[in-house]
Nanobody
Framework: QVQLVESGGGLVQAGDSLRLSCAAS????????MGWFRQAPGKEREFVAAITKGGSRTSYADSVKGRFTLSRDNAKNTAYLQMNSLKPEDTAVYYC???????????????????WGQGTQVTVSS
């Protein structure tokens, strides 16, 4: 089993930056494809970014390209989502997700991931 805990959310103003962290435990972190999703009130959970096991490839939603950067530090069992130039429409609960095992595709759907964190709230005021 894999346990994921997100942190780093908060209330910021438009244009500010935040860095979200996802700390993993329970399994070998490097064996997991990692992803970030977000869900605004009343809306479906949507894909934000994903990264390969070794961190060599990343994928981003069009809405965050050029503003968000996903990275991972396998030695620290932690994935990071650096969010710059935040917009009010970025307001959501952000979830860390993992796909354990031999699966390597950077899936953009929620069904593509086996494990989920509890979420961390990001609120961007205008």
């Amino acid at each position: 089993q894999v346990q994921l805990v997100e942190s780093g959310g908060g209330l910021v103003q438009a244009g500010d930056s935040l860095r979200l962290s996802c700390a993993a435990s329970g399994r070998t972190f490097s064996n997991n494809v990692m992803g970030w999703f977000r869900q605004a009130p009343g809306k479906e959970r949507e894909f934000v970014a994903a990264i390969t096991k070794g961190g060599s490839r990343t994928s981003y939603a069009d809405s965050v390209k050029g503003r968000f950067t996903l990275s991972r530090d396998n030695a620290k069992n932690t994935a990071y989502l650096q969010m710059n130039s935040l917009k009010p429409e970025d307001t959501a609960v952000y979830y860390c997700a993992a796909r354990e095992g031999s699966y390597t595709t950077l899936r953009v759907d929620v069904d593509g991931y086996n494990y989920w964190g509890q979420g961390t709230q990001v609120t961007v005021s205008s």
